[in-house]
């Protein structure tokens, strides 16, 4: 089974550019996160969708927005980049119950470099 | 607020050794699940260990266990057995059973393993 996979792996945007990252979670997960992990720290959470719906926003400015599909896929946005938006970001899918804890599993990441 | 520390940026063992990894965390919610994640040079996250707090027994996955102490708010990683592809950054993460599903991360520890 495929697990979760993202897209770009790496690329590179100048700073005031939009970026949109993109996500398949692993079949049969309908949640979805991302996380931002700077060089040398962990990561910190950025968004949570279940069923489409955003469920948990961390304190990112409105300038990174997500959406999630019918497919259970989701892209993470960003505007108007500004150097310190450099950073591994991280997607992760879970299956959504008491049994699984939640447990989330996540992709190799999208490696942004802002220039 | 709810924070995860892991007080020791780097490690080292012998190979065919045993390790213990730190992490302490501060929470007043009284249900929650424990994790501790592997990031190998590859930069993708991978879950080693689970534990939930209403269970007094400690996880155990093969060479990994933990000892998870939930008055003193610990949650140690025992690697046993070390072996050269243990080396990573192992992050510690917490999440609350209930409300939304943002996982909180440590700053991460780096093991070395020499041979």
């Known amino acids: 089974d495929a697990g979760v996979t993202q897209s770009p792996t790496h690329l590179i945007k100048t700073r005031g550019q939009h970026v949109t990252l993109r996500c398949s979670p692993i079949?049969?997960?309908?949640?979805v996160s991302w996380y931002q992990q700077v060089l040398g720290q962990g990561p910190q959470f950025i968004f949570q969708?279940?069923?489409?719906?955003?469920?948990g926003r961390g304190n990112f400015p409105d300038r990174f927005s997500a959406r999630q599909f019918p497919n259970y896929s989701s892209e993470l946005n960003v505007n108007a980049l500004l150097l310190g938006d450099s950073a591994l970001y991280l997607c992760a899918s879970s299956l959504v119950g008491r049994a699984t804890g939640n447990t989330i599993y996540f992709g190799e990441g999208s490696w942004l470099t802002v220039v | 607020a709810q924070t995860v520390t892991q007080s020791q940026p780097e490690m080292s063992v012998q190979e065919a050794e045993t390790v213990t990894l730190s992490c302490t965390y501060d929470t007043s919610e009284s249900d929650y699940y424990l994790f501790w994640y592997k990031q190998p040079p590859s930069r993708q996250m991978i879950l080693v260990i689970r534990?939930?707090?209403?269970?007094?027994q400690n996880a155990t996955e093969n060479r990994f266990s933990v000892n998870f102490q939930k008055a003193a708010k610990s949650f140690s990683l025992k690697i046993s057995d070390s072996q050269l592809g243990d080396a990573a950054m192992y992050f510690c993460a917490y999440r609350p059973r209930g409300g939304d599903y943002k996982y909180i991360f440590g700053t991460g520890t780096r093991l070395k393993v020499l041979a």
């Open positions: 079949s049969g997960h309908k949640s």
């Open positions: 969708y279940y069923e489409k719906e955003e469920r």
């Open positions: 534990q939930e707090a209403y269970k007094q």
